[in-house]
């Protein structure tokens, strides 16, 4: 007896389904881990972010630039020593201290993993970030890690340029 052709419509139409399926997900699953990362990068704890600035930098995630820059301006010193930096915010006087050498390690060897692909981010955000003495400080110093110059001037131990 033969099978109806609706049955064999039916099953041919699932196994390709199926099939397209697989393709795209073995297809865009750096895509997708991309996207899985940057979610965390935004929303997650400090452990969290860590772990998902690091695997941005692995992936070489362009789009991460700014969520990276953004989490390195939370690493400071723990202690109030060493050098800082006191700028406004608003009317509101805040002072940011400059990270150790291991955060700035960190930090550096990420933006050197993702490469010559982050200049043109870090570049407009030395350009945008005037009233944000960390980012911009952040952004100019990983310019220059990259071998490009920043294009801003550089700021003076008050924020100021």
């Given at each position: ?8 419509v ?38 969290t ?5 690091l ?9 991460a ?19 800082s ?77």
């Amino acid at each position: 007896m033969k099978p109806a052709r609706g049955k064999v419509v039916f099953l041919s139409s699932g196994v390709l389904g199926i099939a397209v399926l697989l393709i795209a997900g073995h297809t865009l699953r750096d895509r997708i881990r991309e996207e899985y990362w940057l979610w965390k990068l935004e929303k997650g704890d400090r452990t969290t972010q860590e772990e998902a600035a690091l695997s941005l930098g692995n992936l070489r995630s362009v789009r991460a630039v700014p969520g990276i820059l953004k989490w390195a301006c939370t690493l400071q010193r723990p202690e109030q020593s060493g050098a800082s930096l006191k700028y406004w915010s608003g009317l509101e006087e805040k002072y940011w201290i400059f990270p150790t050498e291991t955060d700035y390690d960190r930090v550096r060897s990420l933006f050197t993993t993702i490469g010559k692909g982050a200049v043109p981010e870090l570049t407009r955000f030395v350009k945008e970030q005037g009233d944000d003495p960390p980012t911009r400080f952040w952004a100019e110093v990983m310019l220059v890690e990259l071998g490009d110059e920043p294009v801003a001037e550089a700021m003076n131990a008050s924020g100021e340029p």
